[in-house]
T-cell receptor, first 112, second 114 residues
Framework: GAGVSQSPSNKVTEKGKDVELRCDPISGHTALYWYRQSLGQGLEFLIYFQGNSAPDKSGLPSDRFSAERTGGSVSTLTIQRTQQEDSAVYLC??????????FGPGTRLLVL | DAKTTQPPSMDCAEGRAANLPCNHSTISGNEYVYWYRQIHSQGPQYIIHGLKNNETNEMASLIITEDRKSSTLILPHATLRDTAVYYCIAPYNAGGTSYGKLTFGQGTILTVHP
C-alpha cells in the first residue's frame, strides 16, 4: 500500500520567510511524528501526535516551530521567520498506535 | 530510551553476511530493540525489531542475547544496495511522555564492497 508521503520534496526559501511542510501518513495510522536531520547529523525528534491526545511538543527547538494535524490525518509543520540554521531534512513518520514507525522521504529545506 | 552503542563503521564483501552488533546494557524488560537503516538521501527504513526471541524477516535476522544486553543484526547475503547507516534503537516503552519517539544515535556506517 501507499507509504508516508511528504511535500514538497525540496524547498528553498529566504531567511525570514515562513514555510509549511506537509505530511500524509499511512492510512489508518493514529500516530504521526516529525523529526529533522541536519547535514551530517542524526535524527532529532520534534513533535508527535497520538490520536486525540495532546501532542508531545517537547522537541520543538523554538516557538517559531509549530505543527498541527487536521482530522487525525494530514499534518503540517510550520516554521515562521526561517533562519539559516533551520536548513535540514524534515522527516515525517507514522505508526499504528505505538507500533513500528514508517518514515517518508523527507523535505529538504534550504534557507538562504 | 535505553542507551545503545554501535561501532561507527564496518565493511562487508558483497555476497557475504554482514553482522552488525549493538550493545544495550541498560535496556529494561519491556523495551524492544529496533533496527532501521538510512540509505543516502532517503528517509529511515524499518528493518526488524524484537524483544527476547530471535527474529527473522525477508530483510534480516535479529539475534538477541539471553540477558538482552546486546543484539546482532544479520544481513545474510549483503549487496551493494545494503550500503547505508544502520541504527539500533531501544525506545522508551512505559507510558511516559517520551513514549513513542525514537532517539537515533550515530549508527554504524556499513559499506558493502564488490
Amino acid at each position: 500500500g501507499a507509504g508516508v508521503s511528504q511535500s514538497p520534496s525540496n524547498k528553498v526559501t529566504e531567511k525570514g520567510k515562513d514555510v509549511e511542510l506537509r505530511c500524509d501518513p499511512i492510512s489508518g495510522h493514529t500516530a504521526l511524528y516529525w523529526y529533522r536531520q541536519s547535514l551530517g547529523q542524526g535524527l532529532e525528534f520534534l513533535i508527535y501526535f497520538q490520536g486525540n491526545s495532546a501532542p508531545d511538543k517537547s522537541g520543538l527547538p523554538s516557538d517559531r516551530f509549530s505543527a498541527e494535524r487536521t482530522g487525525g490525518s494530514v499534518s503540517t509543520l510550520t516554521i515562521q521567520r526561517t533562519q539559516q540554521e533551520d536548513s535540514a531534512v524534515y522527516l515525517c513518520a507514522s505508526s499504528r498506535g505505538w507500533e513500528t514507525q514508517y518514515f517518508g522521504p523527507g523535505t529538504r529545506l534550504l534557507v538562504l | 530510551d535505553a542507551k545503545t552503542t554501535q561501532p561507527p563503521s564496518m565493511d562487508c564483501a558483497e555476497g557475504r553476511a554482514a553482522n552488525l552488533p549493538c550493545n544495550h546494557s541498560t535496556i529494561s524488560g519491556n523495551e524492544y530493540v529496533y533496527w532501521y537503516r538510512q540509505i543516502h538521501s532517503q528517509g529511515p527504513q524499518y528493518i526488524i525489531h524484537g524483544l527476547k526471541n530471535n527474529e527473522t524477516n525477508e530483510m534480516a535476522s535479529l539475534i538477541i542475547t539471553e540477558d538482552r544486553k546486546s543484539s546482532t543484526l544479520i544481513l545474510p547475503h549483503a549487496t551493494l544496495r545494503d550500503t547505508a547507516v544502520y541504527y539500533c534503537i531501544a525506545p522508551y516503552n512505559a507510558g511516559g511522555t517520551s513514549y513513542g519517539k525514537l532517539t537515533f544515535g550515530q549508527g554504524t556506517i556499513l559499506t558493502v564492497h564488490p
